[in-house]
């Protein structure tokens, strides 16, 4: 289960994560761990290489570099998903949703899933049919356009929205917060919940550098300020290839 059953930050033991110790951010196809996983960064993304112990969050928000974003031509078919990358039936969707079960759903022909249980960490509340989830890609695919993806192969835009190398890409939780959330960066929204506040911006910016992608002067703000109560938190990385 890559994000511990979606357990509330405050229960998040340290093995998992450094937590935060106050919490206080598309529709897009609408996790909990207030660290990400770290490793050498040989792609180049912002900040270098990330030191084996990970980023202090505020050093990692300051390593994303700062550019004006560019919506021009943003077409959210632009980024093909969800796909079924190991051909076992199970789209991208099926997957994130099968790791973060808190209680495992049954799995019949094609991957449909019935029963199960989930706990949608940006507001806290439990979710016992899947279909009421949505999967959020953690910075919404028009944010990535905006950010760097406009310059990418669509290859590499198939790669974003269907990312599974990283715990922290995508993200079940439930429809009306996936849909409030839009493609507005934490400058424009952060999770309802209070505890949520340190997991997803150290989330958020990880997966900005994972993808070595820009945030304009407005974001970079936001982060900085609403970091300020997550003095634990640590961002790991490993730069997607």
Request: proline share 6%; glycine share 6%.
């Amino acid at each position: 289960m890559r994000r511990l059953g979606f357990l509330p930050a405050a229960l998040l033991t340290a093995a998992a994560l450094t937590a935060c110790s106050t919490g206080t951010v598309e529709a897009d196809d609408a996790k909990p761990t207030a660290t990400a996983s770290g490793s050498a960064n040989p792609s180049g993304a912002p900040g270098g290489t990330p030191q084996e112990a990970g980023l202090p969050l505020v050093e990692a928000i300051e390593a994303i570099p700062v550019a004006a974003e560019k919506r021009t031509g943003y077409e959210r078919d632009s980024f093909k998903h969800w796909i079924d990358e190991d051909g076992d039936s199970c789209t991208t969707r099926a997957e994130v949703l099968l790791a973060e079960a808190v209680t495992a759903p049954a799995q019949g022909a094609r991957c449909s899933l019935s029963g199960g249980s989930w706990l949608s960490y940006y507001d806290e509340v439990e979710v016992t049919d899947a279909r009421k989830l949505d999967i959020d890609h953690m910075v919404p695919l028009a944010e990535a356009w905006d950010s760097g993806a406009y310059g990418w192969t669509p290859e590499r835009r198939e790669a974003y929205a269907n990312d599974l190398g990283s715990d922290r890409s995508l993200v079940a939780v439930t429809a009306k917060t996936n849909r409030g959330k839009a493609d507005r960066d934490p400058a424009q929204w952060m999770p309802p919940a209070e505890s949520a506040t340190c997991t997803y911006l150290v989330d958020w910016t990880a997966t900005k550098l994972r993808w070595a992608l820009t945030m304009d002067e407005d974001e970079k703000a936001a982060l900085l300020r609403l970091a300020e109560p997550c003095a634990d938190s640590v961002v790991e990385y490993e730069a997607a290839s």
